[in-house]
């Protein structure tokens, strides 16, 4: 399997499907829209393909992976990085976009939605191994109870998961 990190990182294995997704209707979009008017011409063709692109740029997920000490979010246009062995805050926002907010001791920030942690257990584990060198350094000073339950959650799907794949629930 490749990776698109660094040896021993770990990736969102769920994007390259979301990001399909993406592009298949974003060109979707473009080829059906105008294409069965029969009204295609080169300069309608070019206003199609640019409304694409910005159709995908919206839909595309970001890119979310962990190694040792760190987590990185990238997005079309930027890449942010934090130090997860470095925390100094962590924040969930509920609601209908639900979503962490990550900050190190560098003042570096990402936001992420937790969903991607509990679908993927190694981006969770490299994140939970980062908070507990933070907590062992005394620099998470604030959120380590979001993580803590986020945890328990996670643990909590997996779990029924495994039982319901037993067939034993």
Excluded: K, N
Excluded at 42 to 53: D, F, I
Excluded at 85 to 94: G, I, K, N, P, S
Excluded at 99 to 112: A, I, N, P
């Amino acid at each position: 399997m490749r990776r698109s990190g660094p040896a021993g990182s770990a990736d969102d294995r769920h994007w390259r499907g979301s990001a399909r997704l993406a592009v298949s209707c974003a060109l979707l979009f473009c080829l059906l829209v105008d294409w069965d008017a029969g009204s295609l011409t080169p300069l309608r063709a070019l206003l199609w393909m640019t409304l694409s692109a910005a159709v995908c740029a919206v839909l595309l997920p970001p890119r979310v992976s962990a190694g040792p000490g760190w987590l990185a979010v990238r997005t079309p246009w930027r890449r942010h990085l934090v130090r997860t062995d470095a925390l100094a805050a962590v924040r969930q926002y509920e609601g209908p976009s639900s979503h962490l907010v990550l900050r190190d001791v560098h003042g570096h920030r990402l936001e992420l939605d937790p969903r991607i942690l509990a679908a993927d257990p190694l981006l969770w584990h490299e994140l939970d191994t980062g908070v507990r060198r933070s907590l062992e350094r005394g620099t998470l000073r604030q959120g380590a109870d979001v993580l803590d339950r986020l945890g328990h959650r996670i643990d909590d799907e997996t779990v029924r998961a495994v039982l319901r794949a037993s067939g034993l629930s």
